[in-house]
């Protein structure tokens, strides 16, 4: 079955960075266009960056624009998300996501 794994959360202070991953698994991982979504307690679901089939194309939200790098290894069916330069704000518990599946998240806080 379908299986979207994410790893990589965790507590950062401030200005502090992050890598995400989520490993696939159960579907043609290379010819979906992936994104990574987040929910930061009591809101609902935000779009964070997409990545076509072929990494030739990405997208971010303005609000990670410039801070934010989303990658894929299709070898390894593996989603990558890069946080540089975290802002409280960014707290979150973030989830990769193919078509209408999604993974359980990993929470990521950023706090002093």
């Known amino acids: 079955q379908v299986q979207l794994v994410e790893s990589g959360g965790g507590a950062a202070q401030p200005g502090g960075s992050l890598r995400l991953s989520c490993a696939a698994s159960g579907f043609n991982f290379q010819t979906y266009i992936m994104n990574w979504v987040r929910q930061a307690p009591g809101k609902g679901l935000e779009w964070v960056a997409g990545i076509s089939q072929s990494s030739t194309v990405t997208n971010y939200a303005d609000s990670v624009k410039g801070r934010f790098v989303i990658s894929r290894d299709n070898a390894k069916n593996t989603l990558y998300l890069q946080m540089y330069s975290l802002k409280p704000e960014d707290t979150a518990v973030y989830y990769c996501?193919?078509?209408?599946?999604r993974g359980q998240g990993t929470q990521v806080t950023v706090s002093s």
């Open positions: 996501q193919a078509g209408d599946w």
